[in-house]
Nanobody
Framework: RVQLVESGGGSVQTGGSLTLSCVAS?????MAWFRQAPGKEREGVAR???????DYADTVKGRFTISRDIDKHTVYLQMSSLKPDDSAVYYC??????????????????WGQGTQVSVSS
């Protein structure tokens, strides 16, 4: 089993920045960030493959950056120009082998416990 531990959430004002981190207990092929706001479905935010290829939801392109340190089994999500609509619980997800896609939520094998991000206007 792989454990994922997120950190870095918090409260910021509109236009602010936050960086989320997720440490995995072992190497996983694909890592991603999802988020879920109250009353809404969980949605993919960003994903990164082992070759460092990335993909983003249209709503965060140009504002969020996903990166990973493979040696440290860690994935990061740098978030800038935050908006109130970005407020949600952010979850780290991992797929042990193979590739992953933001729309294929069922492909992910492991999930973190979530970290709250709140953006006030």
């Amino acid at each position: 089993r792989v454990q994922l531990v997120e950190s870095g959430g918090g409260s910021v004002q509109t236009g602010g920045s936050l960086t989320l981190s997720c440490v995995a207990s072992r190497f996983t092929s694909c890592m991603a960030w999802f988020r879920q706001a109250p009353g809404k479905e969980r949605e993919g935010v960003a994903r990164i493959w082992p070759g460092l290829d990335t993909d983003y939801a249209d709503t965060v392109k140009g504002r969020f950056t996903i990166s990973r340190d493979i040696d440290k089994h860690t994935v990061y999500l740098q978030m800038s120009s935050l908006k109130p609509d970005d407020s949600a619980v952010y979850y780290c997800a991992a797929r042990l082998t193979g590739l992953c896609y933001l729309k294929a939520i069922d492909d992910y094998d492991y999930w973190g416990q979530g970290t709250q991000v709140s953006v006030s206007s």
